[in-house]
C-alpha cells in the first residue's frame, strides 16, 4: 500500500490516531483544523482500507493498527475473492462441458449424414480452426500439403496448437518435407514437438485438412471456384474415412528428427572445404579453382549441401554452419 492512494487528510488522520488512542472526532477537528465533514471522509477512507478498526462496542473511537497488519487483511481478502474467482471459473468449465457432452454430438452428427458449410479468405479460416481447436475435447489430427507457410501464419497455429496441449489434447500432425528444409518452418516444428505434438514429415500426402476429436473436419471445398475455399464436415460417415486416410499417411511418414540429425557425419571433407570456403564469401569461380572442380561441378555439391543442411541460400548455409559449429 503507498501513501499515494491515501488522501493527505487521511493520512494526518492516521499519524492523529496513531498518536492518541482515546482520540475522538471532536478532538481530531480541533488538533487538525478541518471541518467535520473532511474528518468523517478521511476516517471513513481508512476504514476502508483497514488502517481503522471499530472497537466492539462500536461507542470508542476507531484504532489505529500497524500499515503491516492493514496489509494482511488486505492480501487475505484478494487471496480469498481470487479463491472465489478460481471456483467460479472451475464451475463455469464443468457446466460447459457437460452442456458441450449433450449439445456437440446433436451438432456434429445430424443423423448420422455429412453436412457441410463454406468458408474462404484466410482471416475466415483461421477462425474456423479456432473455433474448431476451442471445441476440442481429446485429439486433433491434421495433414499439411502445400507450400510452407509465413512465419506470421505458421506462429498463429503454433499458438492455437499450444493451448491444445496445454489443456490436454492430443495432437498429431503430418507435414511435407520441405518444411525441414526452411530455418523458419523447421524451428515451428521443433517448437510444436517440444510442447507434446505427435509430428512425421511425408514426402507426398493427398490433400489437407484438420479433424478434431473424429467428429468433425475442415477440408478442401474443391467442388468451388474459389482457391482458398475450405468446408467444414460434420458427421461420422465422413470423418471415419477421413481417419482410415490420416492412419495411412501416418504409418508411411517419418518421425520428425532433430535439426541436423545425422548431417555432420553426412558431409564429406570435399562438402566440409566448400561449406568453409563458401564462409569466406568467395565466388562461385574461386572455389572451384581451389578445390581443382569445374564450376558445374561445385554447383551441384553446393545445391547437395544445402539440402543436407536444410537451407535455400548461401547466407542460410554460412549461418547453419556456424549454429553447428562446422566452420571450425
Not at 482457391?227 to 501416418?250: H, I
Request: charged share 25%; aromatic share 4%; glycine share 6%.
Amino acid at each position: 500500500m503507498s501513501t499515494s492512494t491515501i488522501s493527505s487528510h487521511a493520512l494526518r488522520l492516521f499519524e492523529y490516531a496513531s498518536a492518541h488512542s482515546d482520540w475522538t472526532m471532536r478532538g481530531a477537528c480541533d488538533r487538525l483544523g478541518a471541518p467535520a465533514d473532511l474528518i468523517e471522509q478521511a476516517r471513513d477512507e481508512l476504514l476502508r482500507v483497514g488502517l481503522l478498526t471499530l472497537s466492539p462496542d462500536g461507542r470508542s473511537p476507531a484504532t489505529a493498527t500497524t500499515p503491516e497488519a492493514a496489509l494482511l487483511r488486505l492480501l487475505t481478502a484478494e487471496e480469498e475473492a481470487a479463491t472465489r474467482l478460481t471456483d467460479q471459473i472451475r464451475r463455469t468449465r464443468e457446466q460447459i462441458d457437460a452442456m458441450r457432452g449433450v449439445f456437440l454430438p446433436l451438432h456434429t452428427a445430424r443423423a448420422g449424414s455429412a453436412t457441410g458449410e463454406i468458408v474462404s479468405g484466410q482471416d475466415m479460416i483461421a477462425r474456423v480452426l479456432g473455433d474448431m481447436a476451442d471445441l476440442a475435447t481429446s485429439e486433433v489430427l491434421s495433414i499439411n500439403p502445400g507450400p510452407v507457410l509465413p512465419q506470421e501464419v505458421l506462429a498463429q497455429g503454433l499458438r492455437r496448437d499450444v493451448r491444445l496441449l496445454e489443456r490436454g489434447v492430443a495432437v498429431r500432425s503430418i507435414h511435407l518435407r520441405p518444411m525441414t528444409r526452411i530455418i523458419h518452418s523447421m524451428a515451428h516444428l521443433q517448437e510444436l514437438r517440444d510442447a507434446g505434438a505427435k509430428l512425421r514429415i511425408a514426402s507426398i500426402v493427398p490433400f489437407r485438412f484438420t479433424l478434431v476429436d473424429r467428429v468433425q473436419a475442415l477440408v478442401p471445398a474443391l467442388h468451388t471456384n474459389a482457391a482458398d475455399a475450405m468446408m467444414v464436415l460434420r458427421g461420422e460417415a465422413v470423418t471415419a474415412l477421413l481417419v482410415k486416410v490420416f492412419e495411412m499417411c501416418w504409418a508411411s511418414a517419418s518421425p520428425l528428427e532433430p535439426a541436423g540429425a545425422g548431417h555432420e557425419e553426412e558431409l564429406s571433407a570435399q562438402q566440409l572445404w566448400v561449406l568453409r570456403l563458401m564462409a569466406t564469401g568467395r565466388k562461385d569461380e574461386a572455389i572451384a579453382r581451389e578445390l581443382g572442380l569445374s564450376v558445374r561441378t561445385l554447383r551441384r555439391v553446393m545445391a547437395d549441401l544445402m539440402t543436407r543442411l536444410g537451407v535455400e541460400s548461401r547466407f542460410q548455409a554460412g549461418f547453419e554452419a556456424a549454429r553447428r559449429g562446422l566452420l571450425g
